[in-house]
Every structure is written in structure tokens, then in C-alpha cells.
């Protein structure tokens, strides 16, 4: 042992340095909790960011999936006459109209937006539309089908509002039949 030091219980303590290493201990672990502040943080920030960026994606691709749906039922309508576009039920916008005949009866399925839904109900030709007959096809916030040039294509655009701002997506199908 050299001069200075003190034994006590089996360990070697200097003279004067007494209380040092505690305020040490305090201070490591004061620097470890604010590391593991720091961390949680940035784990949370990122967990938000992954959130924002799957629920747009989700978003798109319901609108991608819906227009996707409406482009297939106009292609297996096209034929001549039998597709137009109306006031939807309500007023409320466009809505996309195909005639099917069957048998000796003649159909119309409406494809509108009502609510923040895609809506499609199938009725006899010339009864109207009653909103209660109608099931949703797709979650949208707008769905809107107008007539390209020449009257020979549909564009169809429909938005949905992300958490950055709305997400649209339009595509033209053009006809066989014009």
C-alpha cells in the first residue's frame, strides 16, 4: 500500500478524492438516460413516419384497386349505347351508367360516389336510384368519369385525402364501340 491511500473493507481508497467517484456514477448515468431519451424518440419519429407513408400507400392503392374495377365493368359494357354518364342519385356528381340486357329485361348499374364510398347498385332501366339498394365497392372521396375528345374514351379520376394532401389517380379506357 502506498502512503495516502486508506484500506477499508477490502478496497483501496485515496485520501481526499472522497464523494469523486459517486458524482462520476451520477453523471454516467445521467448521460445514459438522456442517450436512451434520445433513442425512444427517434424510434417514435420513425415509427410515425412509417405510418404516414403506409396509410398513403394503402390509399392509393384502394384508388388504383377502384378505378381498376370501374375500367373492367366499362370494357365489359362496350358496346354501342350502352354505357352514359348521369346526375349522380342526390346531385351528387357524375355517375357512370351501363345498360345490361338480360333476357327481355333491361338493366342499369350505376357507379357513383356517395359519402366518401365508390357506390355501384344495379336497378331495372328507368326506375331511378335508391341509395339503399346501392353497396360500396371502394373507400373514395370523389369519383369523377367524364368523356374524353370525340367522345371515343372515359377518363376516370378518382381522390382520395391523405394525410399530405389529396391522392389522385386517373386513367382513359378508350371505347371500341364509338
Known amino acids: 500500500m502506498q502512503a495516502g491511500q486508506i ?19 451520477v453523471l454516467v448515468i445521467l ?18 413516419a412509417y405510418e404516414r407513408m403506409t396509410g398513403e400507400r ?4 384502394s384508388l388504383r384497386i377502384s378505378i381498376s374495377y370501374v375500367s373492367m365493368r366499362i370494357r365489359h ?16 356528381g357524375q355517375a357512370l351508367v351501363l345498360k345490361d340486357e338480360i333476357g327481355s329485361k333491361t338493366y342499369e348499374t350505376w357507379i357513383y360516389c356517395d359519402s366518401g364510398q365508390l357506390m355501384e347498385a344495379v ?15 371502394a373507400e373514395v ?3 369523377m368519369p367524364c368523356w374524353g375528345e370525340k367522345g371515343t374514351e372515359i377518363i376516370l379520376t378518382a381522390e382520395c385525402n391523405g394525410s399530405e394532401g ?7 379506357v378508350a371505347l371500341r364501340s364509338k
Open 141 to 143: 372521396d370523389s369519383f
Open 166 to 172: 389529396p391522392i389522385r389517380y386517373e386513367t382513359r
Open 31 to 48: 448521460l445514459l438516460g438522456l442517450f436512451g431519451a434520445a433513442a425512444f424518440s427517434m424510434v417514435f419519429a420513425g415509427g410515425d
Open 7 to 25: 484500506k477499508k473493507a477490502g478496497f483501496v481508497q485515496k485520501k481526499g478524492k472522497r464523494g469523486s467517484t459517486s458524482v462520476e456514477v
Open 77 to 92: 359494357h362496350d358496346i354501342l349505347g350502352a354505357i352514359r354518364l348521369e346526375t349522380g342519385p342526390g346531385g351528387t
Open 58 to 61: 394503402d390509399l392509393a392503392s
Open 123 to 137: 336497378v331495372p332501366s328507368g326506375s331511378g336510384v335508391n341509395p339503399g339498394m346501392a353497396f360500396a365497392v
